[in-house]
C-alpha cells in the first residue's frame, strides 16, 4: 500500500525558514514524479513544485520562485521542500502528491502538514 507522509511544517515568523519533508513508502520514488501542492483556506489547491522522474529539471510557481527548492533523496524515497523568505501568503496546507504513470496511473497524496506564517 502506497503511502505519503508529510512532516516539518509549523508556525515561522516572516522571512523565516523551513523544511518540509514527504516519507513514502509502499513505492519507489525514482520512476516517479513527485510534487508539492499547497492549499490555503478557501483557495483551490495549487502546485507549488515538481520534480520529473528525472528529478533534473524543476519546476515552480512564479509565487516561490527563487524562495523555494524540491530536492528528492530516491534512495530514501523521500522529497523535500526547502522554504526560505517564507511570506504570510505562504501560509496553506502543503500537501506531497507522487504521479501516476502510463504503466501505474494512480496517484497518490498525502494527508498535509500545515504551515503558517505570521508575526
Known amino acids: 500500500q502506497v503511502q505519503l507522509v508529510e512532516s516539518g511544517g509549523g508556525l515561522v515568523q516572516p522571512g523565516g525558514s523551513l523544511t518540509l519533508s514527504c516519507a513514502a513508502s509502499?513505492?519507489?520514488?525514482?520512476?516517479?514524479?513527485m510534487a508539492w501542492f499547497r492549499q490555503a483556506p478557501g483557495k483551490q489547491r495549487e502546485l507549488v513544485a515538481y520534480s520529473p522522474n528525472g528529478g533534473t529539471s524543476t519546476n515552480y510557481a512564479d509565487s516561490v520562485k527563487g524562495r523555494f527548492t524540491i530536492s528528492r533523496d530516491n534512495a530514501e524515497k523521500k522529497v523535500y521542500l526547502q522554504m526560505s523568505s517564507l511570506r504570510p501568503e505562504d501560509t496553506a496546507v502543503y500537501y506531497c502528491r507522487r504521479y501516476g504513470t502510463a504503466w501505474d496511473p494512480r496517484d497518490y497524496w498525502g494527508q498535509g502538514t500545515q504551515v503558517t506564517v505570521s508575526s
Open positions: 509502499g513505492t519507489i520514488i525514482s520512476n516517479y514524479a
